[in-house]
């Protein structure tokens, strides 16, 4: 398995949040823009990873789908499987994946007048693309939830789109 | 034996082409495009059925067959065949898979984007030489 240094990672994402910075005005703009710039990421990720790590079966269930991504990407990524996968108890379109400390946050420090802001949207960006390249269309964002222990804990939120719901549900009735 | 292949985007247009042998040459070529684009509601419709990528026949038009082929990001590879080679088909389709993830790690190729490049199209119909 290929390693690259972290100091360089770190080092070119830095970089990339700050040429974004400079082309927007807002937090919401930035956030987008991380997040299209991990969307051609994670559309490129989804076919290697599924080439590589399952052959010929692609996911066609959701919580499939929503499994792959929390082990065996955030593993290729962050050598790691991600923290927790959640269902949302009041959506039900909703899921969460969360990761106590986030490689891309780890080194990027947030003024507090941007307190807002969420490299993650990087993150939320890879992650979306795979699950609208799968046939899944979600909306995906990153939030910051501190939890004890763990101040700079990054939830990513999966809104998935209602006609997925209804395919779900049309395909677990047959 | 001849065949025609095509791959299809996510947005049902087609991003490549290859025509090989000579087939429909009576009906007239531009049928080709026609019967694959008639093919992928079926496509649609089996591809949430089964987690295989590979999807075997599922289109038949007078006496040629339709097979296809879904990749991971919903991107489907087609081929239109007259003999039934299921094994051959089979890995022709692993192959050119194999091949469309290659081109697609280039960071100037987006997704959909048509693939001209000759040194392509020489490898799919060399796979093809191989396989059908």
């Known amino acids: ?150 101040p700079f804990r990054t939830t990513i939120l999966i809104k998935f789109d209602a006609k997925v719901m209804d395919r779900e549900k049309r395909l677990a009735d047959k | 034996m001849s065949y025609y292949f095509a791959i299809v985007g996510t947005r049902d247009s087609p991003i490549y082409e290859a025509a090989i042998g000579n087939p429909l040459k009576d009906d007239g070529k531009h049928l080709h495009q026609f019967v694959l684009h008639a093919a992928l509601d079926f496509v649609d419709d089996i591809m949430w059925t089964t987690p295989n990528m590979y999807l075997r026949v599922v289109d038949k038009f007078n006496d040629w067959f339709v097979s296809a082929f879904v990749s991971a990001g919903n991107v489907r590879f087609m081929l239109l065949h007259d003999s039934k080679n299921e094994d051959g088909i089979r890995n022709f389709f692993t192959d050119v898979h194999e091949l469309y993830i290659k081109s697609l790690m280039n960071p100037f190729y987006e997704v959909n984007d048509p693939i001209d490049n000759p040194a392509f199209d020489l490898k799919v119909r060399t796979i093809a030489r191989r396989f059908l």
């Open chain 1, 1 to 150: 398995m290929d390693q690259v240094s972290l100091s360089a990672f770190a080092f070119l994402f830095s970089e990339l949040v700050q040429y974004s910075q400079k082309h927007v005005k807002g937090i919401q703009d930035l956030e987008k823009r991380l997040n299209l710039v991990g969307y051609r990421v994670g559309q490129r990720l989804l076919e290697l990873l599924v080439f590589r790590d399952r052959g010929s079966k692609r996911d066609v269930k959701l919580l499939n789908a929503l499994l792959f991504i929390n082990t065996n990407v955030w593993k290729a990524l962050f050598g790691k499987p991600a923290d927790s996968l959640e269902k949302s108890s009041e959506h039900d379109d909703e899921y969460m994946i969360s990761d106590n400390d986030l490689v891309v946050n780890r080194y990027i420090s947030i003024p507090k007048e941007m307190s807002q802001l969420n490299t993650g949207a990087f993150i939320a960006g890879i992650v979306e693309a795979m699950l609208d390249g799968s046939g899944f269309p979600a909306r995906v964002t990153a939030h910051t939830v501190p939890v004890a222990g763990f």
